[in-house]
């Protein structure tokens, strides 16, 4: 997509906004959202190559940073990094998985890796 802005329309700047996944609400697994890292992963590693390949993306904004109110399905996607508890009165905010990747992610220059689960399993960035 890059590329094709890139040949298409002359290379102009580009930010990419409010990118990210909603999840339906899974109470005994929202904190391991694995599929939003497997998204975020995937396109940011193409944005990258996109970048390398002389896209101008100047800036890139992930959505969203905490779960909040979504006009059509209220609170029942979780979007964000970090969840809220929306039934405690002091709306508690717990770190999701993918806060702690993209935390990685913006810490580091040459590659990371992260525990996928309690498992071995490990994430890797591609570039």
Same mark, same amino acid.
């Given at each position: 997509m890059f590329e094709y802005l890139r040949d298409a329309y002359g290379n102009p700047p580009l930010f990419v906004e409010e990118n990210g996944y909603g999840i339906g609400r899974r109470e005994s697994d929202d904190l391991n959202d694995t599929d939003r890292i497997n998204y975020l992963n995937g396109f940011i590693g193409s944005m990258l190559d996109a970048i390398r390949n002389g896209a101008n993306v100047k800036g890139y904004f992930v959505w969203s940073f905490i779960d909040v %109110? *979504? %006009?059509l399905t209220g609170y029942q996607s979780r979007c964000g990094l970090y969840h809220v508890d929306f039934d405690d009165e002091n709306r508690k $905010? !717990?770190?999701k998985l993918s806060?702690?990747? #993209?935390s990685k992610l913006l *810490? $580091?220059?040459?590659?990371?890796?992260?525990?996928k689960t309690a498992m071995d !399993? *490990? #994430?890797?960035a591609r570039w």
């Open positions: %109110f *979504e %006009f $905010r !717990t770190p806060a702690i990747w #993209y *810490e $580091r220059k040459d590659g990371m890796k992260l525990n !399993t *490990e #994430y890797y």
